[in-house]
T-cell receptor
Framework: NAGVTQTPKFRVLKTGQSMTLLCAQD?????MYWYRQDPGMGLRLIHY???????AKGEVPDGYNVSRLKKQNFLLGLESAAPSQTSVYFC????????????FGPGTRLTVT | GENVEQHPSTLSVQEGDSAVIKCTYS??????FPWYKQELGKRPQLIID?????GEKKDQRIAVTLNKTAKHFSLHITETQPEDSAVYFC???????????FGAGTQVVVTP
């Protein structure tokens, strides 16, 4: 199993550009999450999904949208990137029927200039 | 919402000594407390976790203790080794969707 994968690994955007980050998991997990990690601030939850076709806001949702059209994929979109969205983005998934453990992807480093 | 505070922000220890990281949480409904280790440029990886119905859990050189009354939990690493050098994050889960509120992290440096 590949576990949780993320594409791309790195990206540089100009202010105002848009992009989509893809998270994929092959563990048949029901729950999926998007976090951002900034220096000295730990990880903060952006959006999450508790099943195919469902999404909900986390702690810092402004400027981001998400979609979960297929159970194995969770997409994070930036419609109009801003320098404040420069960060490392991590996706995670969990199987609530088995445990609370969240499995993280390798991350995407995004720079907005 | 939940708020998790983590101390210290940096911790330097000599190889072989013990390291202790402490976290406090605000929501008494929180029921799951994981600890993650993150090496530079890598993803966070779970090293140990504890549920609210347990006071202590140990896995080889790593242990976690939970005090529900005081709303704090701690990570203990004994016989530290250079490969223990990393950033450690505590977290608390406060609802049935498994959402985690993370602490700000502790940079642990183990010097030989």
């Amino acid at each position: 199993n590949a576990g949780v994968t993320q594409t791309p690994k790195f990206r540089v955007l100009k202010t105002g550009q848009s992009m989509t980050l893809l998270c994929a998991q092959d563990m048949n997990h029901e729950y999926m999450y998007w976090y951002r990690q900034d220096p000295g601030m730990g990880l903060r939850l952006i959006h999450y999904s508790v099943g195919e076709g469902t999404t909900a806001k986390g702690e810092v949702p402004d400027g981001y949208n998400v979609s979960r059209l297929k159970k194995q994929n969770f997409l994070l979109g930036l419609e109009s990137a801003a320098p404040s969205q420069t960060s490392v983005y991590f996706c995670a998934s969990s199987d609530p029927g088995a445990s609370y453990e969240q499995y993280f992807g390798p991350g995407t480093r995004l720079t907005v200039t | 919402g939940e708020n998790v505070e983590q101390h210290p922000s940096t911790l330097s220890v000599q190889e072989g000594d013990s390291a202790v990281i402490k976290c406090t949480y605000s929501d008494s409904a929180s029921n799951y407390f994981p600890w993650y280790k993150q090496e530079l440029g890598k993803r966070p990886q779970l090293i140990i976790d504890i549920r609210s119905n347990v006071g202590e859990k140990k896995d080889q050189r790593i242990a976690v203790t939970l005090n529900k009354t005081a709303k704090h939990f701690s990570l203990h690493i004994t016989e530290t080794q250079p490969e223990d050098s990393a950033v450690y994050f505590c977290a608390a889960s406060f609802d049935s969707w498994g959402k985690l509120q993370f602490g700000a992290g502790t940079q642990v440096v183990v010097t030989p």
